[in-house]
């Protein structure tokens, strides 16, 4: 769909065409300029055009789009009005946004939750995660306890990782499609630690990189720290466009792509095998790392569990793919295991880069991990039918409470992308966290600063009668009688 295409060109500069394509259909609905107007500032927000980006000229958009000059000077006058686009003489207009949009930046592991001065526990939106499985946590801890004494004896450094659970892990790449070996398993502290790994080897300050937009915000904190420039490829709800994905790639060649194809985080979104097919030939042509998330690869409600990326390859066509995941999402947030899958001689580099780190992982988590890998098949569906009942639930709470929003119902993943229908969201999060409601607000996942004013990611990660309260508080800060203004921006903790 063209109307999901992102434009974040190496030249900063969008063509009369590329925007006219990228504009819904009825763009010219009277007022027309309004309409022209709307319909760029929602292009903006919703991050399909970067900021700092050179819109075409007026006379040039006028051809292009089927209008008048004046429609287009008018469009264009009201969003400099309004702080969405600045012009110089000689310079063209380039995009960005009002004053009150603050740049999200680095965010801080705050911990969202806590009680109020009243005693309030509050409702968590912010984490997508569920608490552990217990019997299943019980039972690998029964486990573990009467084998640690035995690795208790060495000194416990296994900077690879315990070599029983990097065969656990290989052989479920291999068990879903993908021929794995041991040696090309790193275990890491969660997939967060996985991902920072592979950008501190194959990234250096001002290197290109491209990622998704939006996408999950931490691996965004990462790229930001690591001093990055970063490039987009929109995920709409229409799901990703590759022909503009291929462009970017065509004209920036960054070093590296990240990628959440699984579940997408947060949209929730499943990328075709042919769309896979295309970024893996992609990326390949231009000599760019391609970095996998399938930290929700296994949180499959409707579908069927996707096989690995990597696995679609032609053989010798996936050298270039380095693979993460953890169990944070299948089992529990608090068991620190992740691991990356990529070339024995990849998974070498790393290790030296993570032994400057950590040294090591810690044996007791890695222990643990042994019987849930084990267990995952057999365990998993009662995980996934609770999701499901809790997914209705948070459908049917804003249904009956902010029946005014929309969203779409993803075939899995944790999280619903929801649309409030006007730019607030960092206000209404500002707001809701004073009703006690920590809420993912949208700028969080965006790649520009200010952009998804509109979303928020709400999980339905929660039992369903604080899925609810958390809601209908939500709705009630929504609908408060004082209008919704951005907010300052402050640290908010997402997972």
């Known amino acids: 769909m063209a109307n999901g295409r992102v434009v974040h060109t190496a030249d900063r500069t969008i063509g009369s065409r590329q925007l006219a394509a990228l504009l819904p259909a009825d763009v010219l609905a009277r007022p027309g300029y309004r309409a022209l107007a709307d319909a760029v500032r929602t292009l903006i927000l919703d991050g399909r055009i970067a900021l700092h980006v050179r819109l075409p000229a007026e006379r040039e958009l006028a ?3 089927g209008a008048g000059r004046a429609t287009v000077t ?14 110089r003489r000689g310079a063209g207009t380039w995009t960005e946004l009002p004053e009150g949009h603050r740049p999200v930046g680095a965010h801080a592991l705050l ?4 009680y109020s001065a009243d005693g309030d526990p509050g409702v968590d939106l912010a984490i997508a995660a569920m608490g552990a499985p217990q019997d299943s946590l019980a039972a690998a801890f029964a486990w573990a306890a009467p084998r640690l004494p035995r690795l208790a004896r060495d000194p416990g450094y296994h900077p690879f990782g315990l070599p029983d659970l990097r065969t656990a892990v290989a052989d479920r790449f291999t068990r879903r499609g993908l021929p794995t070996r041991p040696e090309q398993i790193l275990v890491t502290a969660g997939a967060q630690q996985a991902f920072s790994l592979v950008v501190s080897l194959l990234c250096r300050p001002g290197d290109r990189i491209v990622t998704e937009n939006p996408t999950y915000a931490n691996a965004l904190d990462a790229l930001r720290h690591a001093r990055l420039r970063t490039g987009s490829i929109a995920v709409s709800d229409a799901g990703w466009d590759l022909e503009i994905a291929e462009s970017t790639l065509r004209q920036t060649v960054p070093r590296l792509a990240y990628v959440i194809p699984d579940f997408h985080n947060p949209t929730g979104a499943l990328m075709p095998p042919e769309q896979r097919l295309r970024l893996l ?4 042509a231009t000599g760019t790392w391609l970095v996998v998330d399938e930290t929700i690869a296994d949180i499959a ?3 069927p569990a996707p096989a690995p990326l990597a696995s679609l390859a032609p053989r010798g066509g996936a050298d270039h793919v380095i693979t993460i995941g953890s169990l944070s999402k299948t089992h529990w947030g608090g068991l620190r295991v992740g691991w990356i899958r990529a070339s024995a001689k990849m998974i070498t580099e790393l290790t030296t880069v993570r032994v400057s780190a950590d040294m090591t992982g810690s044996v007791l988590d890695q222990l643990v991990a042994l019987p849930l890998l084990d267990t995952m098949d057999r365990d998993l569906p009662d995980r996934l ?8 639930a948070l459908v049917r709470a804003l249904q009956r409470h902010t029946p005014e929003w929309s969203w779409q119902v993803p075939p899995g993943g944790l999280s619903l992308w929801v649309d409030l229908g006007e730019p607030v969201s960092s206000a209404l999060s500002e707001r809701a ?17 200010g952009t998804f004013e509109h979303r928020l990611r709400i999980p339905y990660t929660l039992p369903e009668d604080r899925l609810d309260e958390g809601v209908r508080r939500l709705a009630q800060a929504f609908h408060e009688g004082v209008p919704l203004t951005p907010a300052v921006d402050r640290p908010h903790w997402v997972a």
């Open 74 to 87: 008018g469009a264009y006058d009201l969003l400099r009005e309004s702080g969405y686009v600045r012009s």
């Open 301 to 303: 409600l409707d579908v």
């Open 433 to 449: 966290a004073a009703a006690g409601v920590h809420i993912g607000r949208g700028a969080r996942f965006g790649v520009d600063p």
């Open 385 to 392: 039918a609770q999701l499901r009942s809790r997914r209705e």
């Open 111 to 114: 911990g969202a939750g806590g």
């Open 281 to 284: 030939a992609a990326t390949r």
């Open 63 to 65: 051809e292009a789009v």
